[in-house]
């Protein structure tokens, strides 16, 4: 697989593996599958692995210790820290707000360390922005880490154009992760210029759409009794209707191209700069192998316009978060 560049020191596969599914919010899920998932992506020329300490809590990060450890040297891993996390409730319960303090961003990291059964962490990232911190204390904290040979490389995760420049100001950031998508374009407000001129890499997570773009979703009953998709407002009754007719007009477009609904999407995402990396997620080897095709699907400029209009986020029905958690966004 061709790759690209994160900032100034990270060189990690076009298209990388977001893991959340495996272990949290897109209901039950199969280890040995995602292990198996794991490591086809290893053969495919997959390298960057994206998880986060909140994902399970805890045990997405444990499942790529165990699935990586023998391919250590040829992948990058990038987790995450920022949520305060309540012990001992479920799972839907653990999120108790978020915490950018920098002793929170140095213990997070010596967990997460361990529960990745690794020396480093090559990139990390604050998951959300804490408004109650200044991001200079925070990204100082994670610059300290890196000294320390700790983490290789420092990310912020939904933060807005003017903390990225604060932060860049104390430590380069070499990776911004935010949802993006061909319907959901918000990063095209200020974010992407930013990191286009500060050298930072973009990695857009549910490149698509959380599973909405490939075409599987077309009712509430597809999702499991315990997918978190059940509570945004795109996947509600009402909104999923129409939702699904702009998917049919993708998936018609990507047939005449011979191409899936999928690919198409995540090639749309691709070819918008050369410093983009996305990370879907997979949790099934098909579903895999198909995005990492994506990869070599060019479009021309009449193409990329066509299809942003055909799948403009205005004709999309319902926000992508509930409003309490867009509150932790562009912040």
Same mark, same amino acid.
């Given at each position: 697989?061709?790759?690209?560049?994160?900032?100034?020191?990270?060189?990690?596969?076009? =298209?990388?593996?977001?893991?959340?599914?495996?272990?949290?919010? /897109?209901?039950?899920?199969?280890?040995?599958?995602?292990?198996?998932?794991?490591?086809?992506?290893?053969?495919?020329?997959?390298?960057?692995?994206? +998880?986060?300490?909140?994902?399970?809590?805890?045990?997405?990060? =444990?499942?790529?210790?165990?699935? #990586?450890?023998?391919?250590?040297?040829?992948?990058?891993?990038?987790?995450?820290?920022?949520?305060?996390?309540?012990?001992?409730?479920?799972?839907?319960?653990?999120? +108790?707000?978020?915490?950018?303090?920098?002793?929170?961003?140095?213990?997070?990291?010596?967990?997460?360390?361990?529960?990745?059964?690794?020396?480093?962490?090559?990139?990390? /990232?604050?998951?959300?922005?804490?408004?109650?911190?200044?991001?200079? &204390?925070?990204?100082?904290?994670?610059?300290?880490?890196?000294?320390?040979g700790k983490v290789r490389?420092?990310?912020?995760? &939904?933060?807005?154009?003017?903390?990225?420049?604060?932060?860049?100001a104390v430590h380069p950031?070499?990776?911004?992760?935010? &949802?993006?998508? #061909?319907?959901?374009?918000?990063?095209?407000?200020?974010?992407? &210029?930013?990191?286009?001129?500060?050298?930072?890499?973009?990695?857009?997570?549910?490149?698509?759409?959380?599973?909405?773009?490939?075409?599987?979703?077309?009712?509430?009953?597809?999702?499991?009794?315990?997918?978190?998709?059940?509570?945004?407002?795109?996947?509600?009754?009402?909104?999923?209707?129409?939702?699904?007719?702009?998917?049919?007009?993708?998936?018609? =477009?990507?047939?005449?191209?011979?191409? +899936?609904?999928?690919?198409?999407?995540?090639?749309?995402?691709?070819?918008?700069?050369?410093?983009?990396?996305?990370?879907?997620?997979?949790?099934?080897?098909?579903? #895999?192998?198909?995005?990492?095709?994506?990869?070599? =699907?060019?479009?021309?400029?009449?193409?990329?316009?066509?299809?942003?209009e055909a799948v403009s986020?205005?004709?999309?029905?319902?926000?992508? /978060?509930?409003?309490?958690?867009?509150?932790? +966004?562009?912040?």
């Amino acid at each position: 697989m061709k790759t690209r560049k994160l900032g100034q020191d990270l060189t990690v596969s076009a =298209i990388g593996l977001g893991c959340m599914g495996m272990s949290f919010a /897109y209901g039950a899920a199969d280890e040995q599958e995602s292990i198996r998932t794991l490591h086809r992506a290893v053969d495919l020329g997959v390298t960057f692995f994206d +998880t986060a300490e909140v994902y399970g809590p805890y045990e997405n990060e =444990i499942l790529l210790g165990k699935a #990586l450890k023998d391919v250590r040297d040829r992948v990058t891993i990038a987790t995450k820290f920022g949520f305060r996390i309540a012990a001992g409730k479920s799972s839907s319960e653990t999120i +108790t707000g978020v915490d950018g303090r920098p002793e929170n961003a140095r213990a997070v990291a010596e967990a997460s360390l361990k529960r990745l059964g690794t020396d480093v962490i090559d990139l990390y /990232y604050q998951h959300r922005v804490d408004p109650t911190v200044p991001i200079e &204390e925070t990204v100082g904290a994670m610059a300290e880490l890196v000294r320390q040979g700790k983490v290789r490389a420092l990310g912020l995760s &939904e933060a807005s154009a003017a903390t990225i420049r604060r932060a860049h100001a104390v430590h380069p950031i070499a990776a911004v992760q935010s &949802e993006y998508s #061909l319907w959901t374009r918000d990063p095209e407000d200020e974010v992407l &210029e930013v990191c286009r001129e500060l050298g930072i890499g973009f990695v857009p997570y549910s490149p698509l759409g959380r599973g909405m773009l490939t075409g599987a979703i077309r009712k509430v009953d597809d999702l499991e009794q315990d997918d978190f998709r059940r509570n945004l407002p795109r996947f509600q009754a009402e909104n999923l209707d129409a939702n699904a007719a702009l998917v049919e007009t993708l998936a018609g =477009i990507a047939k005449a191209k011979g191409v +899936t609904a999928a690919q198409l999407a995540l090639a749309w995402v691709l070819n918008q700069g050369d410093f983009i990396v996305p990370i879907p997620g997979a949790r099934k080897l098909d579903h #895999l192998e198909q995005n990492a095709a994506a990869a070599v =699907i060019d479009l021309s400029v009449d193409e990329l316009a066509m299809l942003g209009e055909a799948v403009s986020p205005s004709r999309v029905a319902g926000k992508r /978060y509930s409003d309490a958690s867009l509150a932790l +966004t562009n912040r």
